[in-house]
């Protein structure tokens, strides 16, 4: 079965300064990674994905995230953190050998930048 | 840019009653899901649609759950007898193909009384 932790509930952080929302997953064979946000009374929006390749994903709004594969970590980053990154995120995973189509989604850690 | 968009945004039911959350996908694609969220719980799958049947569904979507894609833009769930503990956030999401991205819409809010 997959699985995926976001081990802290919240992160605070200083406008400006670098942000880091931690992931961490478990499948059986090779995962597809996603992160997105969630802004109040909003759905969820698409931030970056891994699939193959460049351990280092680029996505939007200046995010970016490594792929870890013996950490089986997925963290996001962003070099330079703004008051309007304050949102809810969320890790997902999908197995593509077990578990078909699903994402399987991780808890959400809210982001709280201060100005 | 286009958007997945799901009516209504807010839907107060008794329990017992049927209701109908509607999504309207994105036009291009095919692979259709359904998702909920229960207050201040992690997103669930509940199931996903492709080619005009059901492909996965998890021990959530019970008998009493339903989808279906009566035209070409619509994407329906049905929940045929609520309870309450059917209260979430249901999510709708589509993609163009099996290795892309989901888009999500906005959510519609289920309250069960």
């Known amino acids: 079965a997959q699985s995926v932790a976001q081990p802290e509930d919240q992160v605070n952080v200083a406008e400006g300064n670098p942000l880091t929302v931690k992931c961490t997953y478990s499948v059986s064979g090779n995962p597809y990674l996603f992160w997105y946000v969630q802004y109040p009374n909003r759905g969820l929006q698409f931030l970056l994905k891994?699939?193959?390749?460049?351990?280092l994903v680029k996505g939007s709004y200046g995010f970016e995230a490594e792929f870890n594969k013996s950490q089986t970590s997925f963290h996001l980053k962003k070099p330079s953190a703004l008051v309007s990154d304050s949102a809810l995120y969320f890790c997902a995973v999908r197995d593509i050998i077990s578990s078909g189509d699903k994402l399987t989604f991780g808890t959400g850690t809210r982001l709280a930048v201060r100005p | 840019e286009p958007e997945v968009t799901q009516t209504p945004s807010h839907q107060v039911t008794q329990m017992g009653q049927e209701v109908i959350l509607r999504c309207v996908p994105i036009s291009n694609h095919l692979y259709f899901y359904w998702y909920r969220q229960i207050l201040g719980q992690k997103v669930e799958f509940l199931v996903s649609f492709y080619n005009n049947e059901i492909s996965e569904k998890s021990e959530i979507f019970d008998d009493q759950f339903s989808v279906e894609r009566p035209d070409g833009s619509n994407f329906t769930l049905k929940i045929r007898s609520t309870k309450l503990e059917d209260s979430a956030m249901y999510f709708c999401a589509s993609k163009t193909s099996s290795y892309n991205e989901q888009f999500f819409g906005p959510g519609t809010r289920l309250t069960v009384l």
């Open positions: 891994y699939i193959t390749g460049d351990n």
